[in-house]
């Protein structure tokens, strides 16, 4: 008798989802891993299945339900707010996935993560006080609320401004007014 002949039909099931993955046929572990945790819905393993195909098919809406399950079933494990906050990311939601990334800080990749994501909504926000006259004039009055109304969360100490954009005097060179 083979190993895989002794698996109950769920392990059999999830084995397959697995080689599908391996060999890059994503949807089709997606279904497979989906039928799985329709009987079982706490199945971790299927679950990160589902997680890994669903990326792989650009479904990041539905990635984060799965990893919601996921967090909920396993909350120690750090590499889901990684996911999530990379999810978070594609999907556009900035802040989201900060403090995602927060939360999986123990990864060294996730730290490195929230620091190139904190560096790249910097530049981001560079650019739109130089480009967006309504958002200019919002970021003078309020930095920090400019940033959290257009979705952007710099995680840390976010009343101090200074660490955004760098110094009043660096900031006040990017305030121009157009003549």
């Known amino acids: 008798m083979s190993s895989n002949e002794s698996l109950n039909p769920q392990a059999k099931a999830l084995d397959h989802a697995a080689s599908l ?45 799965v990893l919601r399950r996921l967090v909920v079933v396993n909350p120690y494990e750090p590499g889901y707010r990684a996911l999530q906050g990379a999810a978070l990311q594609c999907l556009g939601r900035y802040g989201e996935a900060a403090r995602a990334f927060a939360q999986g800080s123990q990864l060294p990749s996730s730290q490195e993560a929230l620091d190139e994501l904190r560096s790249w909504q910097a530049g981001l926000v560079q650019e739109m006080v130089k480009t967006d006259p309504v958002f200019q004039a919002h970021y003078l009055r309020d930095p920090m609320d400019a940033c959290l109304c257009r979705g952007f969360d710099f995680v840390e100490d976010e009343r101090q401004a200074d660490r955004w954009l760098g110094t009043p005097a660096i900031r006040a060179e990017m305030y121009i007014r157009p003549s």
């Open 21 to 65: 993955l391996k060999f890059s046929r994503y949807p089709e572990a997606r279904d497979v891993a989906r039928q799985i945790v329709s009987e079982d819905p706490k199945h971790v393993g299927a679950l990160e299945v589902l997680a890994k195909a669903l990326w792989q098919c650009s479904q990041y809406s539905e990635v984060l339900l």
